[in-house]
């Protein structure tokens, strides 16, 4: 990691995200919090924000995954040069009329509700009435043939596991370990939001200059002012997570939650998570590396290389660089404190989802490991013994082939000591819990110390609320900024008639009882913060 004797270059900083898959049930409530939040609006019906798939499955759109088929993300050419895989400017400006490469919305799927009114006004009889399933799109009748996770439960099955497109590439290199594996395989689920890439390839997509990349916190949005329909963001982003809203004409994408990231609050999807697997921090990063990282040659040397455009927050000349470039002092602390930047480059147990497609994703996951424990205790062994474990790795039933696939372009060697770090973890507190006496040669054969070890354990599996999500308190005081150039000078958080906003609730919370002039937006978030993070109900007011 670059910050100790390298030069470091102009350093920027960045929220980021990383998930721990041990912890997801595939509740799907982080999916319907973001839906309910962001798109139950008529012309997003289909879209998704947040998904949670089945692995091994299709995903959604249906084989999002398959590039040589959908074309997004970066490629190199011929001189070495990143290049977007839909093609040079001269193409994607020929096609920019009519883009043939898209999912339909046979990929995604038809959204429907149904004739509930057939239930409730159906007249006295000998049948029982049934609610037709019609499509939210043409209200027409409809035959429901595929969702955002037809492969629920399924993930696992024979006849499924061949049309995920990770699936099939495993089997054309190793087919007869990969089809005995698949076969008594189990799944897991993936949970999946838009990366903020640092290198977005749908940012570069855009004919329009609609997307972007905000400097001060690296979340990518979409300016609906300036968007003009043209699509090439959906074909460009290689994760299928910019969609188009048919009635606007506009792309929307998920926007990473940022009024409640800017005043201290987590995203709707990490704040409603039952598992509590959702980490959220800041990452340093040397922006001039940025462009460097992407463009290595090796496809299996891209998980490094994005790891060595991250700094270290608690190095000096990190820190000096950082208050050189205008990163505030409360972001350097916040990144210092960063869950994500421990999970990420201390313990490297968190991992990026398709490093090869050269967009640099910043939502980073912690690969599963409870399959192993269960299938060691079925075979009589003892399923938490850390030998047991190291050894029953390289042998799981689900190949560390099909993993590396996913978050490291196919190396199996950073998944391995991942999934061994948990494995330590394990058994090393699973000795001292028992009151047994640790073996210092556990954490030690991961590289790591007993400290280190039960840290991890602590951010992993008992961590609060405030150690999970360490959002600076510079983006609050932003928010408040952008509170005062909206309001007159002389007034405080809350009415554009410059009355006070923290007093007075109505029926439906805070300040909705007040008079009939428009709120600031941003209130309700602070109001919001207030609410969720205080420890008694007299706290809030």
Not at 453 to 471: Q, W
């Amino acid at each position: 990691m670059p910050g100790s004797g390298a030069a470091v270059g102009r350093v920027m900083a960045q929220v980021a995200m990383v998930m721990n898959l041990d912890k997801c049930i595939g509740c799907h409530t982080c999916s319907v919090t973001c839906k309910q939040t962001w798109t139950n609006r008529s012309g997003v019906e289909y879209v998704w924000f947040n998904n949670v798939e089945t692995r091994p499955g299709q995903g959604y759109p249906r084989q999002w995954q398959d590039q040589e088929r959908w074309r997004g993300g970066w490629k190199l050419n011929r001189r070495g040069r990143l290049t977007l895989r839909a093609g040079s400017r001269v193409r994607r400006l020929a096609e920019i009329f009519a883009n043939p490469v898209l999912p339909g919305i046979k990929d995604y799927y038809e959204p429907w509700t149904y004739d509930y009114n057939k239930l409730t006004d159906a007249p006295l009889g000998e049948d029982y009435p049934v609610a037709a399933p019609r499509s939210l799109l043409t209200r027409k009748p409809m035959k429901i043939e595929w969702s955002s996770n037809w492969d629920d439960n399924l993930g696992g099955m024979p006849e499924r596991a061949g049309e995920d497109p990770m699936v099939a590439r495993l089997r054309r290199q190793a087919s007869e370990k990969v089809k005995f594996a698949f076969e008594q395989s189990y799944m897991f689920y993936l949970p999946r939001i838009c990366e903020h890439c640092l290198n977005p390839a749908c940012v570069a997509s855009c004919p329009s200059g609609a997307m972007y990349k905000r400097e001060e916190d690296g979340i990518v949005l979409v300016d609906q002012d300036h968007c003009r329909g043209w699509r090439q963001c959906v074909t460009g982003c290689p994760y299928k997570k910019v969609y188009f809203n048919h009635r606007t004409g506009k792309a929307e994408k998920c926007t990473f939650c940022y009024p409640r990231i800017e005043v201290g609050l987590p995203t709707v999807c990490s704040e409603t998570c039952v598992g509590r697997l959702r980490y959220l921090g800041v990452l340093l990063y040397d922006a001039d590396r940025v462009t460097a990282a992407a463009s290595v040659r090796d496809e299996k040397e891209l998980y490094q290389a994005q790891l060595d455009v991250f700094l270290d927050p608690a190095d000096p000349e990190v820190r000096a660089a950082a208050e050189r470039d205008g990163i505030a002092h409360d972001w350097i602390e916040a990144a210092r404190r960063s869950p994500v930047h421990a999970l990420i480059a201390t313990y490297r147990v968190a991992l990026p989802l398709h490093p090869e497609f050269r967009t640099l994703p910043m939502v980073w996951y912690v690969p599963p490991l409870s399959p192993v424990v269960e299938a060691l205790t079925g075979t009589g062994f003892d399923g938490e013994d850390a030998r047991n474990l190291f050894g029953a790795i390289d042998t799981l039933r689900i190949p560390l082939e099909y993993l590396a696939g996913l978050f490291t372009a196919g190396d199996t060697g950073p998944v391995r000591r991942s999934l061994e770090t948990l494995a330590a973890m394990r058994a090393h507190m699973r000795t001292r819990n028992l009151g047994g006496t640790p073996d210092p040669a556990v954490p030690a054969a991961v590289g790591l110390t007993e400290r280190q070890i039960e840290e991890l354990y602590r951010l992993l599996a008992v961590a609060k609320y405030e150690e999970r999500y360490v959002i600076p308190t510079a983006a609050m005081a932003d928010a408040h900024a952008l509170e005062e150039s909206a309001v007159p000078a002389t007034c405080s958080i809350g009415h554009l008639d410059g009355t006070d906003g923290d007093s007075e609730k109505g029926p439906f919370g805070e300040n909705s009882g007040r008079r009939t002039l428009p709120l600031v937006s941003l209130e309700s978030f602070h109001a919001l913060r207030r609410r969720q993070t205080a420890d008694r109900s007299e706290d809030v007011l």
